[in-house]
């Protein structure tokens, strides 16, 4: 059995995604960062350049927002955000799911997919930027 080329899969999820309704295209990830927080750096270096070229970046675009002291207050979120970095996936405006800290590449692919695979979106559920990277 042959296994599809990851460049056939990104077609066919991208011609998915262009049919579903557009509500279900507002989904995004929402980093919360801190100015000076090793993890939120060591993410922008490991995960940062290629997000936007992946599957989860075309279903969840990532955008960034700082943690103030106290605790980031956002409309959606579920309790405010206190630690840097926090990822935040929404849609329709609201949390569906959220990662605390930066487990490393490997284990954040894994739970970036859970997320977007419990919302019925187009991800893999597989995770990793190996089989997500769009082609060139």
Known sequence: MSIPRPGLIF??????????????????????SRDGCPWCAKFEREIGPI??????????PLRRVAVVPGGTPMPGLREPVVAAPTFVLFDGGQERGRIT??????AFWGLLGRM???????????????????SQ
């Open 51 to 60: 997000y936007p070229r992946t599957t989860e970046g075309a279903v969840a």
């Open 11 to 32: 077609a066919a999820l991208l011609a998915l995604v262009a049919l579903l309704p557009r509500a279900s295209m507002a989904a995004e990830l929402v980093m919360f």
């Open 116 to 134: 977007l695979a419990g919302m019925g979106d187009a991800a893999s559920p597989e995770g990793g930027p190996s089989a997500m990277v769009k």
């Open 101 to 106: 800290g930066y487990p490393g590449d490997d």
